[in-house]
């Protein structure tokens, strides 16, 4: 399993963070999403086939890309 903690800055409340849960939630290979609005992060745990990459492939579809 892989971990990750993604900042995406344009998360703006719990909502947001909410959104990318349930988006990611879909997603064959993710085990949890957690989320800190103020601190403008989520955090992914996963299992492979699924990458890093492709999380963020995601992260940019659903109009919550992460920065470097």
Same mark, same amino acid.
């Given at each position: 399993?892989? @971990?990750?903690?993604?900042?995406?800055? +344009?998360?703006?409340?719990?909502?947001?963070?909410?959104?990318?849960? +349930?988006?990611? /939630?879909?997603?064959?290979? *993710?085990?949890?999403?957690e989320? =800190?609005? /103020?601190?403008?992060?989520?955090?992914?745990?996963?299992? /492979? $086939?699924?990458?890093?990459?492709?999380?963020?492939? *995601?992260? @940019?579809d659903? =109009?919550? $890309?992460?920065?470097?």
């Amino acid at each position: 399993m892989e @971990k990750h903690v993604f900042t995406i800055p +344009n998360i703006s409340c719990g909502h947001c963070v909410m959104a990318i849960k +349930n988006e990611l /939630a879909e997603i064959k290979g *993710i085990v949890t999403v957690e989320g =800190n609005p /103020a601190e403008k992060q989520i955090t992914v745990e996963w299992h /492979a $086939p699924l990458t890093l990459d492709k999380i963020q492939d *995601i992260l @940019k579809d659903i =109009n919550y $890309p992460a920065t470097a």
